[in-house]
């Protein structure tokens, strides 16, 4: 074991041990791999030191000892990891006019699957990961894996939770045909270019019917993921009905890992917030059951987080109410916050 400063820190260390803040609450569990994103919240709370794990500790400690949760977590990251390099080289055969390869996909998508199985607490993991370059084949990462975990909660069968991971990672394919400029803007797009960027549905679904390797579900869910109950979506306009299951399920996970990302043009938003408003647009542009049910569903993840509060304190989260999966009960310095009465504070961000 080591106690080092936190300008000594780097990604990928390991707490030794749990980290208990002066308020009492739980900070970091023994076993954290840090990533940058914590360690800038380490150097904000002015901590001065942390045990962390050495080469040493890991020859005398068994990985058995690890707690499970960091165990799961390093098994999450490998995955994921791996999984990129699957996403980019599919991308890369696009863009170079290749005929598309499943053979990668069905793997991963198995992997993916196999995983959620075992464990469906992958929210929490997805957000120790923040990625500005590359977007996209994360964001595809996310996607399928949020899709294929939406379709579990669905009770959907196995054959449509593989479905819905292709979708997940086929849906943005079309933006191989967007050019890079608009792509890549820092800004908001001006009118011009938002009309060709609404064009990537189509751009992916004629990628995908060329190929002729999906079934037509993938392609509809690909296609239509843009798509919105009140006809207020691209590119065809769509409501309702007419709109296909999995491109009903693909817009959640779409707009729950977009708006949780840092991008070019943007922060991420604080994820109670991004809970909010699919919850908000559940009323008219997005299905109202498939958007409870995610919330539902990912509030469960929510409990015991520890969270950074707009005030600057930290707090860990308590409670979620079932009816009102976006407005949790967080305990913050002995203090018992609830913020389904709570408006001048709010959540910034899930930190451990």
């Known amino acids: 074991m080591a106690y080092l400063k936190a300008e000594e820190l780097r990604p990928g260390m390991r707490l030794k041990s749990d980290f208990i803040n002066e308020g009492g609450t739980l900070f970091l569990a023994e076993g954290t791999t840090l990533t940058s994103n914590m360690i800038e919240r380490i150097k904000d709370l002015n901590i001065p030191y942390l045990s962390i794990v050495t080469d040493t500790d890991v020859k005398e400690r068994p990985s058995r000892n690890k707690t499970a949760y960091a165990v799961k977590t390093e098994q999450f990251l490998k995955v994921y990891n791996e999984s990129n390099k699957v996403i980019k080289e599919l991308f890369d055969s696009v863009q170079s006019g290749r005929m598309l390869n499943l053979d990668g996909i069905r793997e991963t998508v198995s992997v993916f699957i196999d995983l959620i199985n075992d464990d469906e607490n992958i929210v929490p993991k997805l957000q120790q990961i923040h990625i500005t370059d590359e977007y996209t084949y994360y964001h595809s990462i996310n996607v399928s894996l949020l899709a294929i975990l939406m379709g579990k909660w669905l009770k959907m069968p196995e054959k449509d939770l593989r479905k819905l991971g292709y979708t997940g990672v086929f849906h943005d394919i079309g933006k191989c045909r967007v050019p890079p400029e608009i792509l890549n803007k820092p800004d908001n797009l001006d009118e011009r270019e938002w009309?060709?960027?609404?064009?990537?549905?189509?751009?992916?679904?004629?990628?995908?019917?060329?190929?002729?390797?999906?079934?037509?579900?993938?392609?509809?869910?690909?296609?239509?993921?843009?798509?919105r109950e009140d006809g207020s979506g691209y590119p065809l306009g769509l409501k309702g009905e007419k709109i296909h299951t999995y491109g009903k399920i693909v817009a959640v996970a779409d707009i729950f890992d977009a708006m949780m990302s840092d991008r070019v043009y943007r922060k991420k938003r604080p994820p109670f917030k991004v809970a909010e408003y699919i919850s908000d647009r559940s009323f008219d542009s997005l299905d109202p059951y498939i958007s409870r049910v995610f919330l539902q569903g990912i509030s469960r993840f929510f409990v015991g987080n520890i969270v950074r509060l707009s005030d600057g304190r930290i707090g860990k989260v308590i409670y979620i109410y079932p009816q009102q999966p976006t407005k949790p009960v967080v305990l913050a310095g002995g203090e018992f916050l609830d913020f389904s009465k709570e408006s001048d504070i709010t959540i910034v961000e899930i930190i451990g």
């Open 195 to 227: 009309n060709i960027m609404k064009q990537h549905p189509i751009y992916g679904y004629n990628i995908l019917k060329k190929n002729n390797i999906l079934s037509n579900d993938v392609l509809m869910g690909a296609l239509m993921h843009h798509e």
